[in-house]
Antibody
Framework: EVQLVETGGGLVQPGKSLKLTCATSGFTFSTAWMHWVRQSPDKRLEWIARIKDKSNNYATDYVESVKGRFTISRDDSKSSVYLQMNSLKEEDTATYYC??????WGQGVMVTVSS | DIQMTQSPASLSASLEEIVTITCQASQDIGNWLAWYQQKPGKSPQLLIYGATSLADGVPSRFSGSRSGTQYSLKISRLQVEDPGIYYCLQGYSAPLTFGSGTKLEIK
């Protein structure tokens, strides 16, 4: 059974940091390109980051709105992908999903940025 | 960045009716287009990939098509389990971009 489980969300003040973890199982993680997608309270989906596999040198891409603040990384030995979020803003408030963008999505984790 | 213009924003249709949702790409994305369905409280689920290929386990009443830079999702006979929000996604180039979503309801 394929599982993707996101953890690390919560309530955080503007300017602070948070690290999300997505632990996966049931598929060949090491060759999968992993993504983070977020969904704002108005239900809009936004792709925010991607990390490719080892054969593609673990290359990363980001949406402009998070460049320089968010960092995606992975640990193939743990079948996990991470999202380090720094300098958080109120507009980062959303449910964050890790996904392969194919059939595999996590259940999502909420991040609320508010003072 | 590639913009995906999705329409309509909302749609109400009767059971067994044909429903069509469209996404217009701001530039050529080839067949790098996917469609997702999201039901309340759930994660998005892949319906169509490569513009026209049906994902595993998706009923055959769902189909995707392409005409130039316009992409369409068709539900041939609307069923009671089909309401939700539908999104397109272009995977041609980063940053990947979603359409704004179409909320589908049963009339």
């Amino acid at each position: 059974e394929v599982q993707l489980v996101e953890t690390g969300g919560g309530l955080v003040q503007p300017g602070k940091s948070l690290k999300l973890t997505c632990a996966t199982s049931g598929f060949t993680f090491s060759t999968a390109w992993m993504h983070w997608v977020r969904q704002s309270p108005d239900k809009r989906l936004e792709w925010i980051a991607r990390i490719k596999d080892k054969s593609n040198n673990y290359a990363t891409d980001y949406v402009e709105s998070v460049k320089g603040r968010f960092t995606i990384s992975r640990d193939d030995s743990k079948s996990s992908v991470y999202l380090q979020m720094n300098s958080l803003k109120e507009e980062d408030t959303a449910t964050y999903y890790c996904t392969t963008l194919e059939n595999y999505w996590g259940q999502g984790v909420m991040v609320t940025v508010s003072s | 960045d590639i913009q995906m213009t999705q329409s309509p924003a909302s749609l109400s249709a009767s059971l067994e009716e044909i429903v069509t949702i469209t996404c217009q790409a701001s530039q050529d994305i080839g067949n790098w287009l996917a469609w997702y369905q999201q039901k309340p409280g759930k994660s998005p689920q892949l319906l169509i990939y490569g513009a026209t290929s049906l994902a595993d386990g998706v009923p055959s009443r769902f189909s995707g098509s392409r005409s130039g830079t316009q992409y369409s999702l068709k539900i041939s006979r609307l069923q009671v389990e089909d309401p939700g929000i539908y999104y397109c996604l272009q995977g041609y180039s980063a940053p990947l971009t979603f359409g704004s979503g179409t909320k589908l309801e049963i009339k």
